[in-house]
């Protein structure tokens, strides 16, 4: 089709020509945006794609994918009981972005250890909670390497724990570990899929040198598993009868829209969305799959995800304003706010607007309104609708 694979560099779009201004980041402290504008992800940002030029840097290195860690929260007051209420009601966990520190070190622990079953909290979760010690990187490095390694399906909790551990130790430790693991691998783990995914996000927050060559480290990787699976790197399309899922989440975070067609999953007759996030090469592509969700409706779970906006366009945004419906949890309503809110177009302007009258955040979506009200003004007297 006239691709090209020459290796992880070729799957980055080309670099913005101009240098954007030296952004800041704003909001509270976090581990993983410690390299800031050094960082490999940085070399992807759009000055004006935010309203704020520090959140057209977070969007650069992948917003909303980590998190932040928040001292003093009253929260912590009861780490015990809001843990596991967090551990029961894993549907809220994708839509938060910051945590009270002492709640996420010990979420991480009980999502990373092998002795918490799945769903199931006992006796060593608790002893897991009671400790009050934040996570270094010996511990890291065991929670991360088990992860990757294991043999039964891990909790859903175990989808914070890459992003909490960044927000902790940065994210050049967190992947180097995780490399590491990877390599002392001699063929694709059973339930490593989603860490290796998340490596994907934490690669662009890492020093710009130092993820070129884990990256490089990644693509032997990639060779070595792929040719155990499949006896070359040339991967058919992924099915979903194979047990291969940490192979094709290397293959989508290193290589692009070539990775995506061969290693998204086909879903009745087109491609499942979950991967596409990691295409920064094909805008026009990222968009394409995610209106296919208009296609499938009942094959997929509509989650808005502002990162996709970032990739494909304001088209993603039309796309989830007209779904707006199928998503069903308050908090997911409010993260929508939250997320798309920070992007500087028309389209999330029609989608506050909508929210505003139609959402379960119709208080948050008309106070967006309220402060962006000149914006929003604006945009419409260059549209032409309106004269003063």
Known sequence: KGYRETGAASAAPAPVTAKPPRPTLAGPASAALVNGDKAAGARYVRPGFAFEPAHDLEFALGFPHFRTLVDGDPDDAKIAANTKALFKGVDAL?????????????????????KVRLHIWGADADKLVARKDPIDRDEAKKMLT??????????????????????????????????????????????????????????????????????????????????????????????????????????????????????????????????????????????????????YPSAMRV???????????????????????????AADHKYIVETFGRIRDESVVELMRTMSTTSKARKEATEWLRVHADYAAARERAAGRITS
Do not use: C
């Open 146 to 295: 088990a992860l990757l390694r294991a043999r039964e399906p891990v909790t859903p909790a175990a989808h914070t724990v890459v992003f909490i551990v960044e927000a902790t130790i940065g994210p050049d430790a967190v992947a180097e570990i995780v490399v590491d693991a990877a390599e002392g691998l001699d063929k694709p783990p059973h339930f490593g899929a989603n860490l290796l995914r998340q490596l994907g996000f934490v690669l662009l927050r890492v020093e710009a040198k130092r993820a070129r060559a884990l990256r490089e480290r990644l693509e032997e990787v990639f060779t070595k598993w792929a040719r155990v699976a499949f006896g070359s790197t040339e991967l058919p399309p992924h099915r979903g009868s194979e047990r291969t899922g940490a192979l094709r989440s290397l293959d989508l975070i290193l290589h692009g829209r070539l990775g995506a067609e061969r290693s998204l999953l086909r879903v009745q007759e087109g491609l499942d969305i979950h991967g596409v996030e990691h295409v920064l090469d094909d805008r026009e592509f990222v968009a394409q799959i995610v209106l296919q969700e208009m296609r």
């Open 94 to 114: 994708s839509a938060r972005l910051t945590f009270p520190r002492g709640i996420a070190m010990a979420l991480a622990r009980v999502g990373a250890s092998p």
């Open 303 to 329: 989650f808005p995800d502002a990162r996709l906006a970032f990739l494909g366009g304001p088209t993603v945004v039309d796309h989830y304003r007209r779904r707006l419906a199928t998503v069903k949890l």
